[in-house]
């Protein structure tokens, strides 16, 4: 039965091999009868459209958006998605990534990419905290700058090992 007429209250007439749904005597929907107990069979076409969005997501769907930004991005996703990720997890993981293009831009999202990458670290959050702690904007290869350590009777130093 169509999204559309959920919560209204309809009339169903079931025979041996079809099922007929009718809403104020105008037919909505017709489906051939399932001979399996307690399984629904819906038409996609029946679906609410984020629904349907949902059902149809392929990670196929990540891996060209990605490719269109840089190949750090399409390489990490394919890292990020590739992993014994819940489906509807890596769903969701490919929207944040979106949602942080959309967000900061795609040059930082591809090097906030390419420092994940730099790291071996493949899931939203780390690249969630890169760009939250603006080190996509650091140089990746000069890393972070090093602080030196203040002087105080109590630090010994290296030669004290040797």
């Known amino acids: ?26 037919q909505i929907a017709t489906h051939l009868r399932s001979s399996i107990v307690g399984k629904c069979s819906t038409k996609p076409e029946h679906l609410h459209p984020h629904h349907r969005y949902v059902k149809e997501w ?33 769903r969701k993981m490919y929207e944040g ?20 990458l730099s790291y071996n670290a493949y899931d939203y959050t780390t690249l969630k905290n890169i ?7 650091l140089d990746c290869e000069k890393g972070l700058p090093k602080k030196k350590i203040p002087l105080h009777s109590n630090i010994r130093g290296a030669n004290y090992y040797q």
Not at 1 to 12: E, L, W
Not at 131 to 137: R, T, V
Request: net charge positive.
């Open 97 to 116: 990534v979106v949602s942080i293009s959309k967000k900061y831009g795609n040059t930082r999202l591809i090097n906030a990419c390419k420092r994940a």
């Open 1 to 26: 039965m169509p999204y559309i007429h959920v919560g209204k209250r309809v009339k169903a007439v079931v025979t041996k091999n079809t099922i007929s749904f009718y809403y104020n005597y105008v």
């Open 58 to 90: 392929e990670p196929s769907v990540a891996y060209e958006w990605a490719s269109k930004i840089d190949p750090s991005v399409e390489e990490y996703l394919v890292n990020m998605l590739s992993g014994d990720t819940y489906y509807h997890k890596a």
């Open 131 to 137: 760009i939250a702690n603006n080190l996509d904007l």
